[in-house]
């Protein structure tokens, strides 16, 4: 397994009102796969774990995201340099908030339906579901998805929460 690493400043990303980015100097781009998607786990400042997707502008530079609550918790800013170390990982890789995979075990239904759910959606779902620390919270937020997923509201209701 490959490990990247690299300091890099944490710049404002110019299609983005909210979110920051992690530009990847050329010569660890040149040394990652040219086709497919490409997630990472690694760590921010060698102790703030992420798992993140590399994207890249068009006709432009490949980068890692990082939204308020990395940003936060690793108690960084714009115009900030960072540590960051990497490995690849399986795109199709996904974990599961608990409270999400008991809700699911005890509902075959939605279980269904979640199954025909890409893997970024997924993906999308348990980010929603980890933006918060509280328990009751997450509960209530995971059987609020998957009732609105066998209902097929769950798109208009995410959109509400942004």
Known sequence: MN??????????????????????PYEIVAQLPEKGRLRVAGFLNNKIPFNLA????????????????LRKEAKIKKGD????????????????????????????????????FTVGYKRSL???????????????RALELLEKAKTGTLYSMLNKEK
Do not use: C, M, W
């Open 126 to 140: 348990a980010h929603y579901i980890n933006s918060t620390k509280n328990i009751d919270v997450r509960i209530k």
């Open 54 to 69: 590399i994207l890249n502008l068009k006709e432009g530079p490949k980068y890692l995201t990082v939204g308020s609550i």
């Open 81 to 116: 340099l960072v540590q960051v170390s990497f490995h690849l990982v399986d795109p199709n890789l996904l974990e599961l908030p608990e409270e999400l995979e008991i809700a699911l075990a005890q509902d075959e239904d939605a279980q269904r339906v979640f199954d025909t």
């Open 3 to 24: 490990e990247f690493s690299f300091t890099t400043k944490l710049e404002k990303l110019q299609s983005n009102l909210s979110h920051t980015a992690l530009f990847l």
